[in-house]
């Protein structure tokens, strides 16, 4: 999954609480509510359901948070920072609470799921906690709140999907949408706190999710990213009623066929892969459609063995290896990027050279990377000791940063003098006078408006140069 806290700062600021525009679908209620959210796409995701469910309640959504009735907070636990992340938001939150106090705060999503009731004691001005399997109960938690009583729900479901719910989009740039196809995760990877946040793994019906790639295709949209914890586990068997006929059972092949038929024109993107089941099956449906956007993102975490052991990844380095010569092979032209951990449970200074080593063999497009971060629960806390020092950790990381700087410089610079199908997304950061959009490798390239050419449209783009992480260029006929 992609995950935002760490990379780009900007980003996830550039979104807290932002461009809450829609208007209420029913009547309104008179009331504002204010949401921003933190940690991965799943969680923007999941606020653009709640959004939807309030909406339809009457609410109407604001930027402001000074200005709104109900504020929740869709929080993140992959590491302790982002954790701390939130209870300092909590705390800026407490002057506008003083001011009114009939103002609801909520706390959503992953911390809400790992600390539960925990929360209403240890942050007082929050009202209501809420997991993420169980938004659906909202209308009813906030009356329960109104009625002078704090409301929990944190239960996990084995079935929800949120399918019939059309999320409301927020902070669209009305060409990019998110689809949720699959929620939780059945991985147990030592380290990570997700499998007790986000329950089971369940797949979304596909008939839903190209329902709603068909409705946001129509809407202007002009690309889909397919979202899940590990979208190759993607599986979903139609319950078949008694004397109808068998439907097969769909896997993320399948699904991204089906996607990619909704329109040549509809880009589909996908995260994340987990390499121990990203199958060949996968890679020659990506081949064999133009608008599967050639880029993969595939965590490796660490590039030695016995550290994969640890970790619990069920691969090893020669798999991950293995899996990274398909795509080579079967997409020859495919951008990869990765995950990469440092400083995990014993993990030894040759151990750490073996990480950087797969990012030698492999060149990475980008890569997120963290040091490690015990979380309570997981496996990794029960089992094995924290035990390399935060400094060797924090080392270990700069040197994996450097080297995926210069990987990242290899890749933009190769994009250099060639010509690129890129989706217009919008005006680039810097001016207004430039156009900025992916190629299908998913680096940002940017390039001086023209006037026949508006946004949502796709243009051909030849890079003429490039910084680090952007590729510049023009339009070409
Ligand atoms: N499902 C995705 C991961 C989601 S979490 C996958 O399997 O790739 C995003 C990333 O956060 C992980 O890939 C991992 O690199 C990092 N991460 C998760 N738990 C962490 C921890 N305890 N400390 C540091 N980084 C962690
Ligand atoms: Fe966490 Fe592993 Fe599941 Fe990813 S695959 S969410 S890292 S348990
Ligand atoms: Fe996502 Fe953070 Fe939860 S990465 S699944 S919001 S712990």
């Not at 106090?101 to 925990?118: D, F, N």
């Not at 691969?315 to 997409?331: G, K, L």
């Amino acid at each position: 999954m992609l995950e935002l806290t760490h990379t780009t700062k900007t980003h996830d600021e550039s979104r807290q609480g932002e461009a809450l525009e829609m208007v209420a679908t029913g009547k309104s209620n008179g009331r504002k509510l204010y949401i921003e959210s933190y940690g991965c796409q799943m969680n923007f995701s999941d606020s653009e359901i709640v959004a939807s469910i309030l909406t339809d309640q009457g609410f109407e959504t604001t930027k402001d948070y000074k200005e709104a009735d109900v504020v929740f907070i869709n929080t993140c636990s992959i590491r302790e920072n982002a954790e701390q992340r939130v209870r300092n938001r909590l705390k800026e939150f407490e002057s506008a609470k003083a001011k009114n106090p009939g103002m609801i705060v909520g706390v959503l999503g992953c911390m809400a799921e790992r600390l539960k009731s925990k929360f209403l004691e240890e942050e007082k001005l929050v009202d209501v906690v809420v997991g993420p399997d169980a938004y659906r109960d909202l209308p009813n938690l906030i009356d329960k709140v109104d009625d002078g009583s704090k409301a929990v729900n944190v239960l996990l479901s084995r079935e929800e999907t949120y399918a019939d719910i059309s999320p409301v989009r927020l902070n669209s740039n009305g060409v990019s949408a998110f689809i949720s196809i699959m929620r939780g995760c059945d991985n147990m990877c030592s380290f990570c706190v997700v499998p007790f946040t986000r329950g089971r793994e369940r797949s979304r019906d596909p008939q839903s999710i190209v329902k709603e790639a068909t409705y946001l295709f129509h809407a202007g949209y002009r690309e889909v990213t397919l979202l899940g914890q590990n979208v190759d586990s993607y599986k979903y068997t139609p319950v078949v009623e008694e004397g109808k006929e068998t439907s097969a059972t769909v896997n993320f092949a399948n699904l991204l066929a089906l996607v990619a038929d909704v329109s040549p024109e509809l880009r589909v993107r996908f995260s994340t892969s987990h390499p121990k089941d990203i199958t060949d099956e996968v890679l020659y449906t990506m081949a064999r459609y133009e608008n599967i956007c050639k880029y993969i993102h595939l965590p490796v975490q660490s590039g030695n063995s016995r550290v994969l052991e640890l970790m619990n990844r069920t691969y090893d380095r020669e798999w991950y290896i293995d899996r990274v010569d398909a795509i080579r092979r079967i997409i020859p032209e495919c951008g990869i990027s990765t995950d990469v951990i440092t400083g995990f449970c014993t993990e030894t200074e040759d151990e750490h050279q073996e990480t950087l080593s797969m990012m030698d063999y492999v060149k990475y497009d980008f890569a997120y990377m963290f040091a490690y971060s015990e979380r309570p629960g997981t496996l990794a806390a029960k089992r094995y000791e924290d035990d390399v020092p935060e400094e060797v950790k924090k080392r270990r990381l700069t040197e994996v940063v450097n080297k995926q700087q210069e990987h990242s410089l290899y890749r933009v610079q190769n994009f250099v003098g060639k010509t690129h199908k890129v989706l217009i997304e919008g005006f680039s950061k810097r001016s207004d006078q430039d156009y900025c959009g992916r190629n299908d490798q998913n680096t940002m390239v940017v390039f001086p408006v023209d006037p026949r050419y508006k946004v949502g449209q796709y243009v051909h783009v030849l890079g003429e140069s490039c910084t680090s992480a952007t590729l510049i260029g023009r339009i070409i006929d």
